[in-house]
């Protein structure tokens, strides 16, 4: 069976091109969020299988909607997305839960690495 997954990012053409890449891939997009707090929403909406974050977002960024995704559901996947150069970000989400980290912009290969190392 397709692995949900929900995607999480502010700019509508990120989202296009990883929805893209995903479903090209053969995973089911359970949905798309524009900002972490529609996330924490659709997540305990949808139950995805894995959710593709974006870090930096208005409303409420990553970091905290993972946190906040986490304390719903322990057992959450979620990958972080995010541009070059925020380690301790990457770090923080890591710490919080993160099951890994894809830097923007990013490859069709390594966004398809990741969510199988994840999910399979």
Known sequence: M???ILICDDAAFMRMMIKDILTKNGY???GEAENGMVAV???KETSPDLVLMDITM???DGIQ???KIKESDPNASVIMCSAMGQQA???EAIQS???DFIVKPFQAERVIEAVKKVVG
């Open 41 to 43: 929403d659709k997540y």
């Open 58 to 60: 208005p409303e409420m």
């Open 2 to 4: 397709a692995k949900n």
């Open 28 to 30: 089911n997009i359970a």
């Open 89 to 91: 970000m990457v770090i």
């Open 97 to 99: 839960g993160a099951k």
């Open 65 to 67: 909607a993972l946190k």
